[in-house]
């Protein structure tokens, strides 16, 4: 596939917060950028504003005829959409290239520097606080993100001159597997996806693998403790990394006053006093790994120290969306058990005498038919749980999996019920909250303006 003679790209399945990344990338090329999503989103009107054509209703004829041209189209899908959508049906039918999204950012970043964040958790806001990090400093980076960054507005960062690209690498379906790290941070290998791999050890090798694709000369920045034999190619330095031991990790821990303040020990450098942006437990461990993939690349001690003050977040990672003397209301993204678990005992942490209100939306049926019982354990770790309806996602229903699994093993004293998604507002507004937090991949965070509204009185 040559990116150059291509006029126009088409999306089956436009609006993944992924697949908005590489639209916004053929835009700033001067594409025609056009395709399909099942429902509308904040994103996808966002992307129609840039400049996309994109449509609701799974129709070939309202596919753009310049996007018809065999020669000089490309076709992008996510495997979220099933393989007989009717529009994918005709480009395989019509003999077009059809690719993966993964298969795409592979060819695009094949030419950089890959500063790659892999992992099950923490993927996310470490690959762009690492962005941060560099766009602020003296090196630069392009980056395709897995969240919209509050810095930035956006999903999509472009350089022209810097030879680093910062990539979110997906395990999902062995999407990494198209990627060719220059340095690559490896976050967490707990078990997850196994409607594809089937077995923890399946999954173990995908991860062993990612690490055979790391380029010589290069390094892998790897999360201490982990299951995970690393398999590098000779010339890659292997780096360990944790919030308390390792090559890189901070001392002299700070936490207080809505702050945390660290000291970053790297194996040939210390930064004191740095002051984190989004001031959550969980962070420390992300902003080591952040600031060791942006040390090794060439940012400064002083470059590091003022962008990690400067960091926001991503938009649906621990986003606090209300925060007065009253009430606190977050979003967060979690939706494996051990990112439950941290998010839980990150918030913990910052409010020890409140009364901590989970609502998690539970993703996909497979996920909650293989973790049901880690899934209640972690949310245990809130006060009150409030379970909603299987986000199915891609997902046809499993004969008896649901949400009830879960609120069957949640623990004795816990405080749980199950509501429909569509009646959330008015089962919170006969309720006192102190701290609210909505947890899951799905939509629920739809309902997160409404909420606030709610909660702010």
């Known amino acids: 596939m040559n990116i150059e003679s291509i006029q126009s790209v088409y999306f089956v399945g436009a609006g993944g917060i992924g697949m908005s990344a590489l639209i916004r990338y053929f835009l700033s090329k001067g594409k025609v950028v056009a395709g399909y999503d099942r429902t509308p989103s904040e994103l996808t009107e966002r992307l129609i504003t840039e400049g996309a054509q994109i449509h609701y209703e799974e129709n070939i004829s309202l596919i753009?005829?310049?996007?018809?041209?065999?020669?000089?189209?490309?076709?992008?899908?996510?495997?979220?959409?099933p393989q007989e959508h009717a529009e994918l049906a005709y480009f395989r039918e019509?003999?077009?290239e059809i690719y993966k999204r993964s298969q795409v950012l592979g060819i695009i970043t094949h030419n950089s520097k890959g500063l790659c964040v892999a992992g099950t958790h923490g993927k996310t806001t470490t690959s762009t606080m690492a962005a941060h990090l560099l766009h602020q400093s003296h090196v630069g980076c392009t980056a395709f993100l897995g969240g919209i960054a509050k810095n930035y507005g956006t999903n999509l960062l472009l350089s022209q001159e810097s030879p680093y690209t910062v990539i979110e690498a997906d395990e999902f379906d062995r999407s990494f597997h198209w990627l060719s790290p220059w340095i690559s941070v490896i976050t967490a290998t707990d078990p997850d996806h196994l409607d594809i791999y089937g077995t923890k050890e399946a999954y173990l090798e995908s991860f062993r693998h990612y690490t055979t694709l790391i380029q010589p000369g290069g390094a892998l920045i790897l999360h201490k403790g982990l299951e995970l034999q690393p398999d590098v190619q000779p010339g890659v330095t292997i780096y360990t990394y944790s919030r308390n031991e390792g090559d890189f990790h901070a001392?002299?821990?700070?936490?207080?006053?809505?702050e945390i303040f660290i000291d970053f020990i790297a194996p040939d450098t210390r930064i004191n006093?740095?002051?984190?942006?989004?001031?959550?437990?969980?962070?420390?461990?992300?902003?080591?790994?952040?600031?060791?993939?942006?040390?090794?690349?060439?940012?400064?001690?002083?470059?590091?120290?003022?962008?990690?003050a400067s960091f926001r977040g991503v938009n649906r990672r621990f986003d606090f969306k209300l925060k007065t003397d009253k009430v606190v209301f977050l979003s967060d993204y979690a939706h494996h058990p051990a990112e439950i678990a941290q998010s839980l005992k990150s918030i913990r942490e910052l409010y020890r005498d409140k009364k901590i209100t989970a609502i998690f939306q539970p993703h996909l049926y497979t996920r909650t038919r293989d973790f049901y019982k880690d899934f209640a354990d972690s949310l245990s770790l809130a006060d009150e749980v409030i379970l909603t309806e299987i986000y199915p996602a891609r997902e046809q229903p499993i004969p008896g999996v649901s949400s009830e699994l879960i609120y069957d093993h949640l623990h004795p004293e816990t405080e749980k019920c199950i509501c429909r998604k569509e009646n959330i507002l008015k089962l919170l507004s006969g309720k006192s909250i102190e701290v609210l937090i909505v947890l899951g991949a799905g939509d629920l965070d739809n309902y997160a303006p409404q909420i606030t509204e709610l909660l702010y009185v």
Do not use: W
């Open 273 to 308: 006093d740095i002051r984190l942006g989004v001031p959550v437990s969980i962070n420390i461990e992300n902003g080591v790994a952040a600031m060791a993939l942006a040390h090794l690349s060439g940012a400064t001690d002083e470059e590091i120290k003022q962008a990690m």
């Open 94 to 96: 019509k003999g077009f």
């Open 64 to 81: 753009p005829e310049i996007c018809k041209e065999q020669a000089t189209t490309l076709v992008v899908y996510t495997p979220a959409v």
């Open 251 to 258: 001392e002299n821990i700070r936490i207080g006053n809505g």
